[in-house]
């Protein structure tokens, strides 16, 4: 009887052992936060005539890429905010080739699962950046330069010293500056990009 009891203890020992390892495993991502030093790239595609339901452009298209730099605060409650800038060059073909740098900032929701697998998107109408080089900067009455939407993906490391985001597929709404049109003016512009970024954690 003595062993049965010992045997059943142990196994009840190891039991709850388990389970309180697979617990604080599951608890690793409550509470996450930090803020993340980021860079990364990225390219378009434009087309003033939309995109078919297998994301090819209607009509005339052009390609443009880009780095960006900035920083990501992480929030505990599932929320944040991002702040930089971002290079970007459309070369030929497109009728009016040029390099301009943007200044944005965007507030975000996210959540981490159990596994550090990262999931998020951008707060509806939060985005809102200006044009500091290029031919669009110090256009007036349009300066500005806005997405409608941006979602994205990673996965964060156990350490929760690094994060690599990734989206694209994404039909998104760009309102940018024409300088080349006949009367120069802010219009709105569908485009499917693809992003990629790495997080380093500079502070928490």
Not at 27 to 37: Q, T, V
Not at 46 to 68: E, H, K, M, R
Request: hydrophobic share 35%; proline share 6%; net charge neutral.
């Amino acid at each position: 009887m003595k062993k049965i009891a010992l045997i059943v203890s142990v196994a009840a020992l190891f039991i709850f052992m388990t389970a309180a390892m697979v617990s604080a495993d599951r608890n690793r991502w409550h509470g996450f936060h930090g803020e993340y030093a980021m860079s990364g790239s990225g390219n378009c595609i434009y087309s003033p005539g939309g995109f078919s339901p297998i994301n090819t452009p209607l009509g005339d298209s052009w390609g443009a890429y880009y780095t960006v730099e900035g920083i990501w605060n992480f929030e505990p409650n599932n929320k944040g905010t991002f702040q930089g800038k971002q290079f970007g060059m459309a070369p030929y073909p497109y009728q009016y080739p040029n390099s301009t740098s943007v200044e944005f900032s965007f507030d975000f929701k996210y959540t981490v699962d159990h596994d550090g697998f990262i999931t998020g998107n951008m707060k509806d109408g939060s985005f809102l950046g200006e044009y500091i080089t290029g031919p669009n900067a110090g256009k007036t009455p349009a300066r500005t330069y806005t997405v409608d939407k941006f979602s994205f993906s990673g996965w964060v490391s156990q350490d929760h010293k690094n994060i690599t985001l990734n989206s694209g597929s994404e039909l998104q709404t760009f309102t940018v500056f024409r300088p080349d049109l006949p009367v120069p003016d802010s219009v709105t512009l569908p485009g499917i990009c693809t992003n990629e970024r790495i997080l380093i954690l500079i502070n928490k």
